[in-house]
DNA sequence: AAATGGAGTTGATATAAATCAATCCATAAA
DNA sequence: TTTATGGATTGATTTATATCAACTCCATTT
């Protein structure tokens, strides 16, 4: 990897996260200097639930997960996370402790930033911290989201909901290679992953979906949405 | 209720949330003149989720429940809040539209602080801006907690958790009047009321704890953790 | 080329939990 | 006192979903 001089990395901050944009340079320069990168493999942990919460994660490059693990060894994939955004777990400002754990799905590169220095800014600058404070508010968003698919909808509801996810938010696509494997949509649904296959099929079958073992194509989006929304107790 | 003077009523905002003791006098001030009071019987809804968030509700008196709402009748309960916090909807800083409805469970006396001002003093104030964040990232903490158990428990450990949650977090005693319906503790451990009867009556028989219609008392509060950390997958 | 192993798939079976139905309260209203 | 009314309770039944077992289809190793 090239050596970039200062400029150029205080372009590539802002290109972390929009909201880099409301800082000085003293303040981005205090940024690059408290922060490192690292590259990940396919699987690999970049961070771990129960592990001290040093810092903050920023995605250049890559596509992660981010799960609670279970005791034994079923997941539950609260949600993916690609560049653009940081991934900020409750446990940074409360106890400390990382309450999830973040693992790479594709080749990853990822920017640490000091957690410290990001609430220092976050003192100085007004615009910077309501900006923490809306990713925040979004991801608990999605979680609360999560909780409502999980605990009310039948499976299909809860796929449907996935494939509405990873197509809207994530891949921005109606067709798309998914690098996830059954098992893990399992996890993101919260089913057998003997059920994701079943379940893929009939939404197959009602021409919602069309899949080709590890690629998706999104047919009808409405009818997803028309079977997100009927509820097990109607 | 008697007239207070502002001294008085600034002291009372600080039992609302430790928070404001971070503020100036001037600053409270503000929050004095662009907050109101009101008071809610048992079951009359406090804020209506889909409803515009203009305001942040602080509990002065009273318990309420802070629950999505299902399509159909099946509602899912996030928590219980009594007075000393906030209760912060991840809407009010993003879609500026509540995504949770809160009722009054018993009598309850609440005080509305405008989110505007809110955003203003936060910008103002760091630490108190901090305290935002944290309360923010505690109630998310609760809500992954949640997803947790309705996703990776059965029922027994689902109830476990509301009940360990209702005796540790909420009344704070070993023993309580619970003042929710059966259907109101099922909607908290997403499950049938029926259900919640019958597990209700094993936790009785394993002797974790004692039931007398509305009376709980915690016989054994390591039993219920036990029974929590179970999960089906073993 | 053979062998290994893992993901994906399919069908059969087991099981947790919801639903349904009936009854039993307690409290409030007439 | 009788009559409603709604929550709580109990048992019987149904249903959604997990689990189990077997098999296919790759890709990788030997």
Redesign the pocket.
């Known amino acids: 990897m090239k050596k970039k001089n200062d400029s150029e990395e205080i372009v590539s901050l802002v290109s972390l996260w929009n909201n880099f944009g409301h800082l000085t340079a003293a303040q981005l320069e205090m940024i690059l200097k408290n922060s490192y990168n690292a590259g990940f493999r396919p699987g690999e942990v970049i961070v771990k639930q129960g592990s001290p919460a040093s810092s903050v994660v920023f995605i250049s490059d890559g596509l992660v997960k981010v799960y609670m693990e279970g005791s034994g060894e079923k997941n539950i994939i609260l949600r993916l996370a690609a560049p653009g955004k940081p991934v900020l777990d409750p446990g940074l400002f409360i106890s400390r402790r990382n309450t999830l754990t973040v693992t790479a799905v594709s080749r990853t590169e990822v920017n640490f930033v000091s957690t410290e220095i990001l609430q220092r800014l976050s003192g100085e600058n007004s615009s910077f911290s309501m900006g923490i404070l809306k990713e925040l508010s979004q991801q608990m968003f999605l979680v609360q989201n999560k909780l409502a698919s999980v605990a009310g909808?039948?499976?299909?509801g809860?796929l449907a909901d996935t494939l509405l996810y990873l197509s809207e938010d994530i891949f921005k696509k109606n067709e798309f290679d998914i690098v996830l494997?059954?098992?893990e949509i399992g996890e993101m649904s919260?089913?057998?992953?003997?059920?994701?296959?079943?379940v893929?099929?009939e939404l197959e079958e009602e021409g919602a979906v069309k899949?080709d073992?590890?690629r998706i194509i999104i047919l009808n989006p409405d009818k997803l949405r028309e079977i997100s929304d009927q509820t097990?107790?109607m």
Do not use: H
């Open positions: 909808k039948r499976m299909a809860r494997s059954r098992k919260n089913m057998a992953k003997e059920c994701v296959v079943r893929l099929n899949t073992s590890s097990s107790w």
